[in-house]
């Protein structure tokens, strides 16, 4: 479990990725208006994706030339649970 922990803290650890979870928040998207939304390069933008989907926190799908992302609702619900169990101070609460 902690090795898991470890593995999602690093694919989370990059700003990019997290935004590329936001903007998918939307609906699904390709590689090119991702990277466009993040001024970003494609092939950065295809970099980040491919750790996202083999975390299995994103999702892909062709669509005729097109690669369409999406979330993984569940992975990432999943993914939201581990991190309340890390997180178990209660240090929001505390003045």
């Not at 803290?9 to 939304?37: C, H, M, T, W, Y």
């Not at 999406?70 to 309340?84: F, G, M, T, W």
Request: with cysteine; glycine share 4%.
């Amino acid at each position: 479990m902690q090795k898991q922990n470890a593995i999602l803290f690093k694919v989370l650890s990059v700003d990019k990725r997290i935004e590329i979870i936001e903007l998918l928040k939307d609906g699904p998207q390709n590689v090119n208006v991702l990277a466009k939304k993040l001024k970003i390069s494609q092939s950065a933008a295809s970099q980040h994706l491919k750790v996202l989907k083999a975390a299995k926190l994103v999702n892909d799908e062709r669509q005729g030339y097109w690669i369409s992302y999406s979330l993984n609702k569940k992975a990432l619900e999943a993914c939201r649970q581990r991190l309340n169990r890390v997180c178990t101070c209660g240090c929001l609460g505390r003045k």
